[in-house]
């Protein structure tokens, strides 16, 4: 049984992560117009979104952090596909965030592990309080890659701290509905059989969502290189 539990939380945590990754591409592009302004910000939230949502449905610290080297090798994937180095501003920095935010979450549900966030406000504290630690450091970004956080354009302040305020308010929302969508993913798998039908999903439903998501992550890459919307 417990081997079939690990398929099952390596199954979350491959559809999750890919759902994540590509998410990742295609709101980068379409955030584009204001990529050098809120997009971070938004990017912050749904991130930790799917962080939350992992460790809610598995309530397995090793889970969370698989999803996000996932989001991480999409992200990698990404520098393939448009022919950058992995330490350019569009790849090593947003992978610096995403583990800024998993680092964040994680450690703030470890400290209060004690608290059983039932409550809408503590898990609203949680995605605010991850938010503030995660936009917080990343301006140390530029010693992790050599690249520095882009700023506000006519200021000295790194984007993430000018628009901290949305990230964190973004993150307020995002994590409490991170936590309904986990409770929901772990409904779902608690009803496996642990035979047949729990095989099926972790042998093939959760790879064929990474290969999926990888291949219109190549499908979006090329729509756009054409230049076709």
Not at 14 to 20: A, D, Q, R, T
């Amino acid at each position: 049984m417990e081997k079939s539990i690990f398929r099952s939380h390596l199954a979350i945590a491959l559809m999750l992560g890919s759902v994540w990754g590509l998410s990742e591409v295609v709101m980068g592009v379409g955030l584009h117009a204001c990529a050098r302004t809120v997009s971070g910000s938004v990017m912050t939230g749904i991130a930790l979104f799917f962080i939350a949502s992992a460790w809610v449905a598995t309530k397995n610290y090793h889970i969370p952090v698989l999803v996000v080297l996932i989001a991480c090798l999409f992200k990698l994937f990404d520098a393939v596909l448009l022919s950058l180095p992995i330490l350019h501003g569009a790849i090593g920095n947003p992978i610096f965030a995403f583990l800024l935010e998993g680092f964040a979450i994680l450690v703030l549900i470890s400290v209060f592990r004690k608290q059983r966030w039932q409550k809408r406000s503590s898990r609203a504290l949680l995605g605010g309080g991850a938010a503030l630690i995660a936009v917080s450091m990343f301006p140390l970004v530029k010693f992790a890659t050599g690249i520095p956080a882009c700023i506000f354009p006519g200021t000295t302040v790194p984007l993430s701290i000018f628009f901290a305020p949305l990230a964190i308010a973004f993150s307020a929302f995002m994590v409490p509905v991170g936590f309904i969508a986990g409770a929901k993913i772990k409904t779902i798998a608690s009803k496996e059989d642990f035979g047949l039908r729990s095989r099926l999903t972790g042998s093939v439903i959760s790879p064929l969502t990474l290969v999926i998501c990888l291949a219109l992550v190549t499908f979006f890459r090329w729509m756009v290189s054409s230049g076709i919307s």
